[in-house]
């Protein structure tokens, strides 16, 4: 079983910043945020593939910037220019190397922009 070390998140008000970490037991192909809003589905926010390839939604373009430390197998999110619709919470997904990979979820992170 992997289990995925996520940390950050909190309360702020809007125009405020956050930082997420997920870190991984072991080297994973890609990791990544997810977050789901109360009565919503999950949504995909940014994710990040062992080569530095990045992908973001278009709600978090320009304001949210994810990283990696592949040496410690831990992805970063920092989130600049919070808005209240960015409340909700936030999984760390994890796939494994493998064809097809595996994915993994962390057990979620509360996040909560107050306006």
């Known amino acids: 079983q992997v289990q995925l070390v996520e940390s950050g998140g909190g309360w702020v008000q809007a125009g405020g910043s956050l930082r997420l970490s997920c870190a991984a037991p072991h080297t994973m192909f890609s990791m990544g945020w997810h977050r789901q809003a109360p009565g919503k589905q999950r949504e995909m926010v940014a994710t990040?593939?062992?080569?530095?390839?990045?992908y973001y939604s278009d709600s978090v373009l320009g304001r949210f910037t994810i990283s990696g430390d592949n040496s410690k197998n831990t992805v970063y999110l920092q989130m600049n220019s919070l808005k209240p619709e960015d409340t909700g919470v936030y999984y760390c997904?994890?796939?494994?190397?493998?064809?097809?990979?595996?994915?993994?979820w962390g057990q979620g992170i509360q996040v909560t922009v107050s306006s």
């Open positions: 997904l994890a796939e494994s190397w493998g064809v097809p990979g595996r994915d993994y």
């Open positions: 990040i593939n062992r080569g530095g390839s990045t």
